[in-house]
């Protein structure tokens, strides 16, 4: 006859995948809960942090420090831009894993906490601002003496020097429209708070000085390579200064580099000196950007030693008949060696104007004996060429 039914084995496989079930949907609802993760959807990736800020935020300028930087974002709910910029805010916080406290605050609806923060920040509410607090934490007292005795507080001027206010409509690009309008074009909210970040941890600006005697470049207006040079490098932290070579008899000792840009006039035999004893000194920088017009001899010679020799060519292409000198490049892949090019290798630009190329001496023997490793960071796309004849007319 029929065999009968155990019911008893049944009720238990089924208590036992009940039980696994829970453990499943607790187990992922705990990973959901401690592993969050979001993803940009838009287009152009707005809310997608660049490379540069997503490794300044996991960098130990930021993980090491005690006190984490406080980062107020005092926006009305009301605005349009609150939505936005909360997302971007988030994804610092995010990023730095706990090395940024944020802390989103309505000065209209959260009347009481906006009159704290002004109090404590000496600052009036008559916009929406982003307030970066990176003040580190006092110092502790030596073991087993009162705590009076620790190192006393930072100066007013210390203090302020680690906070930054950024008024949100500062992070806004506007236009005007041919009706005379103002329009929003977009958003350099990343930008901007980056630098300020930057600044604020750092406290005071690392100084990168100009040699202002060999070159005709501080012009106050607007897009000359002045303005755009010490506007980029402003948002890292670093005060591009003037220093003539001639009056100096040494590279100043907080120089956290020292560039050079277009220079007009070549260095005397004392300039090279106080250069290249400069640049023996441990973690020194130079930043040189040539003029083709220009090609002073001793710094062309200082340049070969060291496996870059700039050529008396300028690069340029024909097409139908038509000399073109808009040069299309790319950035190179590199050697192993190179992580300069990391987030930028395979992408395209272009060079204005008169541009002349450069002899790399890559993986030279006698450069590697004297451990220099020169690297092409960039090359002009095919078609182009060096042409050492540009004078003669017809290429």
Do not use: C
Not at 35 to 52: K, M, V
Not at 245 to 273: K, M, T
């Amino acid at each position: 006859g029929p065999k009968p039914i155990r019911r008893l084995p049944i009720g238990t496989a089924v208590a036992v995948q009940l039980v696994l079930a829970v453990i499943i949907l607790v187990t992922v609802n705990f990973l959901a809960g401690t592993n969050h993760r979001a993803w940009d959807l838009t287009r152009t990736g707005e809310f997608t942090l660049s490379p540069l800020t997503e490794k300044y935020l996991r960098s130990e300028a930021l993980s090491a420090r005690k006190r984490p930087v406080h980062l107020i974002a005092a926006i009305r709910k009301s605005s349009p831009h609150h939505a936005r910029l909360r997302a971007l805010i988030t994804e610092y916080e995010r990023a730095a894993s706990g090395a940024i406290d944020v802390e989103f605050v309505d000065p209209v609806r959260d009347a009481d906490r906006a009159l704290e923060i002004a109090d404590a920040y000496q600052h009036v509410f008559i916009e929406d601002v982003l307030i970066v607090d990176a003040v580190p934490e006092p110092a502790a007292a030596p073991e087993g003496e009162e705590k009076d005795s620790a190192d006393p507080p930072a100066t007013e001027e210390e203090r302020n020097a680690r906070i930054r206010f950024l008024p949100v409509e500062d992070l806004i690009v506007y236009r005007t429209d041919t009706r005379n309008q103002r329009r929003i074009i977009g958003y350099q909210a990343e930008d901007l708070l980056s630098s300020d970040l930057i600044a604020a941890v750092e406290g005071k600006p690392r100084r990168l000085y100009f040699l202002a005697d060999k070159s005709q470049l501080q012009d106050a207006s607007e897009n000359t390579p002045w303005t755009v040079l010490s506007e980029t490098l402003r948002r890292q932290n670093i005060l591009l200064t003037p220093l003539r070579l001639s009056d100096a008899g040494r590279i100043p000792d907080d120089a956290e580099g020292v560039a050079l840009v277009a220079p007009h006039y070549d260095l005397d035999e004392r300039e090279d000196q106080i250069l290249r004893d400069y640049w023996m000194r441990p973690r020194s920088a130079l930043m040189i950007i040539l003029d083709p017009a220009h090609r002073p001899a001793r710094l062309r010679s200082f340049l070969r030693e060291h496996g870059v020799t700039p050529r008396d060519d300028r690069i340029l292409t024909v097409r139908d008949g038509q000399t073109n000198s808009r040069v299309r490049a790319t950035f190179a892949f590199g050697a192993r060696l190179n992580r300069i090019n990391i987030d930028l290798a395979g992408k395209g630009t272009v060079f204005e104007g008169g541009t002349s190329s450069l002899e790399i001496r890559e993986g030279a023997e006698d450069l590697l004996n004297r451990r220099i490793f020169p690297l092409g960071l960039i090359e002009a796309a095919p078609g182009f060429w060096g042409e050492s004849r540009y004078a003669e007319g017809d290429p």
